[in-house]
């Protein structure tokens, strides 16, 4: 059964680096074909898609965050973790972790979602 | 970039009724990198439609997905009362980057 779940900060203030760790089970992050995204959906609005680590270490990352995200994984852990710098208010969101069976393009598994809200 | 445009943004149905929904892309997308996924209030998105046309895992046959090049659309034959929800096409380009439609909320007419 595979699963994914996102844990983290719910609560973070503005200027602040925030660290979500996605821990996956059912599956193995060093299977050749395996891959996870984090994607996010601030209140009410669309899906964003905001980095992307291969089965190869390889990483992907949205052009417009590029420069404040860092994702990486830990396979013996089965975690994914995704760094965003320099917070703001308009970074509140849920985010969510999600996988990708490559070649596939679409993520056929989602964890729940953790809910980070960005505040003084 | 490729960016995805989803229209209409509501569409207000009758169950039993036929949805249609349509993801424009803004440049040619690989019929086999188009995804399409439903949302539920407080649930993540659950995939449908996976390269174009093919359904997902225990998704019902009154979901149908369509398209190549620029235009896509799903279509749901009958609307259940469990199909009210919010819709969202998806593609991955071959810059190795995934984006998403700004999604198409079917509410109940």
């Known amino acids: 059964q595979v699963t994914l779940k996102e844990s983290g900060p719910v609560l973070v203030k503005p200027t602040e680096t925030l660290t979500l760790t996605c821990t996956v089970s059912?599956?193995?992050?060093?299977?050749?074909?395996?891959?996870v995204s984090w994607i996010r959906q601030p209140p009410g609005k669309a899906l964003e898609w905001l980095a992307h680590?291969?089965?190869?270490?390889?990483?992907s990352y949205s052009t417009s965050l590029k420069s404040r995200l860092t994702i990486s994984k830990d396979t013996s852990k089965s975690q994914v973790v995704l760094t965003m710098t320099n917070m703001d208010p308009v970074d509140t969101a849920t985010y969510y972790c999600?996988?990708?069976?490559?070649?596939?393009?679409?993520?056929?598994?989602w964890g729940q979602g953790t809910l980070v809200t960005v505040s003084s | 970039e490729i960016v995805l445009t989803q229209s209409p943004g509501t569409l207000s149905l009758s169950p039993g009724e036929r949805a249609t929904l349509s993801c424009r892309a803004s440049?040619?997308?690989?019929?086999?990198?188009l995804a399409w996924y439903q949302q539920k209030p407080g649930q993540a998105p659950r995939l449908l439609i996976y390269?174009?046309?093919s359904r997902a895992t225990g998704i019902p046959d009154r979901f149908s997905g369509s398209g190549s090049g620029t235009d896509f659309t799903l279509t749901i034959s009958r609307l259940e009362p469990e199909d009210f929800a919010v819709y969202y096409c998806?593609?991955?380009?071959?810059?190795?980057?995934?984006?998403f439609g700004q999604g198409t909320k079917v509410e109940i007419k």
């Open positions: 999600a996988r990708i069976f490559s070649p596939q393009g679409h993520f056929d598994y």
């Open positions: 059912g599956f193995s992050l060093s299977n050749a074909r395996m891959g």
């Open positions: 680590i291969f089965s190869n270490d390889e990483k």
């Open positions: 440049q040619s997308v690989s019929s086999s990198y």
């Open positions: 390269g174009a046309s």
């Open positions: 998806q593609q991955y380009g071959s810059s190795r980057t995934w984006t």
